[in-house]
């Protein structure tokens, strides 16, 4: 059965740092992704990760956010740098066998979500 659960979520000020983790178990050989989801808005793709260690990311987050990956561990990070009040969201990762946000959206297995909320 594949679990994704992640952590590291929490209330900082606009300017700070945050590393959200999520860790995989009961799949191998996968593209890994965070989303983000702000109350009323639809659910967005920040950035993704192959199992290479390629990644891409959204241009909103380009040269603040880093995505990585430890496979040894099955974890995906998220370091992210700069927060912004409009980083504010509960985040989500996905995995599967997809290598694109869109089909990994629509086909993915999802975690619960950690809530990432940033002040002015």
């Known amino acids: 059965q594949v679990r994704l659960v992640e952590s590291g979520g929490g209330s900082v000020q606009a300017g700070d740092s945050l590393r959200l983790s999520c860790a995989a178990s009961g799949i191998t050989f996968y593209t890994m992704a965070w989303f983000r989801q702000a109350p009323g808005m639809e659910r967005e793709g920040v950035a993704i990760?192959?199992?290479?260690?390629?990644?891409k990311y959204a241009d909103s987050v380009k040269g603040r956010f880093i995505i990585s990956r430890d496979n040894a561990k099955n974890t995906m990070y998220l370091q992210m740098n700069n927060l912004k009040p409009d980083d504010t969201a509960m985040y989500y990762c996905?995995?599967?066998?997809?290598?694109?946000?869109?089909?990994?959206?629509?086909?993915?297995?999802w975690g619960q979500g950690t809530q990432v909320t940033v002040s002015s």
């Open positions: 996905a995995a599967g066998s997809q290598t694109t946000l869109a089909s990994l959206q629509i086909h993915g297995v």
């Open positions: 990760i192959d199992d290479s260690g390629r990644a």
